[in-house]
């Protein structure tokens, strides 16, 4: 881009909105992190406070009702958490060890191209948050792919920038074949249009602009339209995310409570003494 400014004197709107440009893929950036980090956070530590109550907390009060109750049995659902706990007491070095071994592989996957397709394929259709990773390539396409055609920067030339910079191996991919369309001289809307990735309507509005003349324009108004959409669908996802996330950590925590309480209500409708202090 500075390169295309120089040879046609207009390095300093060049930079301009490079600047700009930089500052909003910033932005729309910041705002998919923000939105995962939340939930990623919340259930950090829902695990660990799961982890101290299953293999700490109930294992004081299995050793308190087995001195209470000399040999009765106990409520089935309290039985169902001791056991649980029991089994992951017991097991929790093999599980740390399977978990740590299984984000090593991951992390080698991830590293593979087979690994980087499946994964990056997974970020776009996942439920929840793959509406928002499209989103947010589709905008990064639109505003890199316009900045450089406005600043002069020949077609072939902007989509091999494009796909370099992309982000996704799978949105590279649909950027290489369109650069090989336009190579043999299509256009770029149809391309899009039969990806699977660009809705209909993104294809439409780059098929208007190619025919008007107009496709720095109107790519930029994509990239506005679904910064927009990703603005607000982090915000309704971060809002939704919590209530939800605050009933799952009680529902397990309460359950946990319940179990252990379930004892004492036996124990103090089986003791005489009980129940005539209580008359």
């Given at each position: 881009?500075?390169?295309?400014?120089?040879?046609?004197?207009?390095?300093?709107?060049?930079?301009?909105?490079?600047?700009?440009?930089?500052?909003?893929?910033?932005?729309?950036r910041g705002k998919v992190v923000?939105?995962?980090?939340?939930?990623?956070?919340?259930?950090?530590?829902?695990?660990?406070?799961?982890?101290?109550?299953?293999?700490?907390?109930?294992?004081?009060?299995?050793?308190?009702?087995?001195?209470?109750?000399?040999?009765?049995?106990?409520?089935?659902?309290?039985?169902?958490?001791?056991?649980?706990?029991?089994?992951?007491?017991?097991?929790?070095?093999?599980?740390?060890?399977?978990?740590?071994?299984?984000?090593?592989?991951?992390?080698?996957?991830?590293?593979?191209?087979?690994?980087?397709?499946?994964?990056?394929?997974?970020?776009?259709?996942?439920?929840?948050?793959?509406?928002?990773?499209?989103?947010?390539?589709?905008?990064?396409?639109?505003?890199?792919?316009?900045?450089?055609?406005?600043?002069?920067?020949?077609i072939l030339q902007a989509l091999?920038?494009?796909?370099?910079?992309?982000?996704?191996?799978?949105?590279?991919?649909?950027?290489?074949?369109?650069?090989?369309?336009?190579?043999q001289g299509d256009p770029i809307?149809?391309?899009?249009?039969?990806?699977?990735?660009?809705?209909?309507?993104?294809?439409?509005?780059?098929?208007?602009?190619?025919?008007?003349?107009?496709?720095?324009?109107?790519?930029?108004?994509?990239?506005?339209?679904?910064?927009?959409?990703?603005?607000?669908?982090?915000?309704?996802?971060?809002?939704?995310?919590?209530?939800?996330?605050?009933?799952?950590?009680?529902?397990?925590?309460?359950?946990?409570?319940?179990?252990?309480?379930?004892?004492?209500?036996?124990?103090?409708?089986?003791?005489?003494?009980?129940?005539?202090?209580?008359?």
């Open positions: 881009m500075v390169k295309a400014g120089e040879v046609g004197g207009a390095l300093e709107i060049t930079l301009s909105r490079l600047a700009e440009f930089m500052e909003k893929a910033k932005k729309i923000s939105a995962m980090f939340y939930p990623c956070a919340v259930m950090l530590v829902a695990t660990a406070i799961i982890v101290v109550l299953v293999t700490y907390v109930v294992p004081r009060f299995k050793q308190v009702f087995d001195g209470l109750l000399n040999g009765a049995q106990l409520p089935a659902f309290t039985r169902f958490i001791f056991d649980l706990s029991t089994s992951l007491t017991h097991h929790l070095p093999r599980v740390t060890i399977a978990a740590v071994a299984f984000g090593a592989l991951l992390s080698f996957m991830l590293h593979t191209s087979a690994g980087r397709w499946a994964f990056d394929r997974f970020k776009l259709t996942m439920p929840i948050l793959g509406p928002l990773f499209r989103k947010a390539a589709i905008s990064r396409f639109a505003r890199t792919l316009g900045t450089l055609i406005s600043n002069g920067v020949p091999t920038i494009v796909r370099e910079t992309a982000g996704n191996v799978i949105i590279a991919g649909i950027i290489s074949r369109v650069h090989e369309n336009v190579k809307a149809p391309s899009l249009k039969t990806s699977g990735v660009f809705p209909a309507m993104v294809a439409g509005m780059v098929d208007v602009g190619e025919q008007t003349g107009a496709l720095p324009e109107m790519l930029m108004k994509i990239a506005d339209n679904y910064d927009e959409e990703v603005d607000n669908a982090a915000g309704a996802m971060t809002s939704l995310l919590e209530p939800v996330m605050i009933v799952f950590l009680a529902v397990v925590v309460g359950s946990i409570v319940i179990a252990m309480f379930l004892p004492l209500v036996t124990l103090m409708g089986a003791n005489p003494t009980t129940r005539g202090l209580d008359d």
